[in-house]
């Protein structure tokens, strides 16, 4: 679960995360590799960025980390070096001026491309499950997903996703609002349903981000698949 450095400058890194690798540590006695563990060996003081993480009611470094990608997923995220940064970051993923795509390979096709999904989402009690509704939902926060068909394939289609907000699970909960959830999906998947073999995990790549940094710079930064989902695509029937 090597972690690579899509680009770096005196404020900010970008990382390609690997899916399996967590972001921030579930607690204070959780030991477990993470981006954070990587992020604290490689730039010493770098814990020490933006206000703590809180999980499970402790504390933890938030490392600079301005935004997630969850366990299986895999990708571009973008880490703060400095205060003023990590200030300059959030604020651009809370007014949207950060663009972010997603390649999501899902069982079906989506009746319409391309499409937004404009649905809120909430948490159900203290989990991190989301849900469009329910009786339990303790928050409830506009969500909007868009997204459009890049490739099609026999019992799957391969989408670009682009979230416009970043709610837990959005992604994962908005396409399985649409009849069309993300293949490897063990939350919020079918259960049953057939996935290719030599899937071992959630089919989303986080593989592109622009935005403008506070200097001024326009960074329209990519990353490939990994080979074990492009693996997959090309063993799939048309």
Not at 83 to 89: A, C, I, K, R, V
Not at 92 to 106: D, E, G, M, S
Request: aromatic share 8%; proline share 6%; with cysteine.
């Amino acid at each position: 679960m090597q972690i690579s450095k899509v680009y770096e400058d005196k404020n900010l890194l970008v990382i390609n995360k690997p899916a399996g690798l967590i972001v921030h540590p579930k607690n204070a006695t959780d030991n477990q590799e993470s981006v954070v563990s990587w992020l604290t060996k490689e730039y010493p003081g770098i814990e020490n960025v933006g206000e703590p993480f809180i999980a499970s009611g402790s504390e933890s470094p938030r490392a600079g980390i301005v935004h997630r990608l969850d366990k299986d997923t895999s990708g571009l995220l973008v880490v703060a070096k400095n205060n003023e940064t990590f200030d300059y970051l959030k604020s651009l993923f809370k007014t949207r001026k950060i663009q972010k795509h997603y390649y999501a390979l899902v069982y079906g096709r989506p009746k319409e491309s391309p499409g937004i999904i404009d649905a809120p989402l909430g948490r159900i009690g203290l989990k991190r499950t989301t849900r469009l509704s329910g009786t339990k939902l303790i928050d409830s926060k506009s969500a909007v997903t868009e997204y459009a068909i890049k490739q099609s394939f026999a019992k799957y289609t391969l989408l670009d996703v682009a979230p416009k907000t970043g709610r837990t699970h959005q992604i994962r909960v908005h396409l399985q609002s649409i009849g069309c959830p993300i293949v490897g999906d063990l939350i919020y998947g079918p259960k049953g349903w057939q996935k290719p073999a030599e899937l071992t995990h959630l089919f989303l790549h986080a593989y592109k981000l622009e935005f403008t940094t506070q200097d001024g710079k326009s960074l329209v930064l990519e990353c490939d698949l990994p080979q074990d989902l492009q693996k997959v695509l090309e063993d799939l029937p048309a």
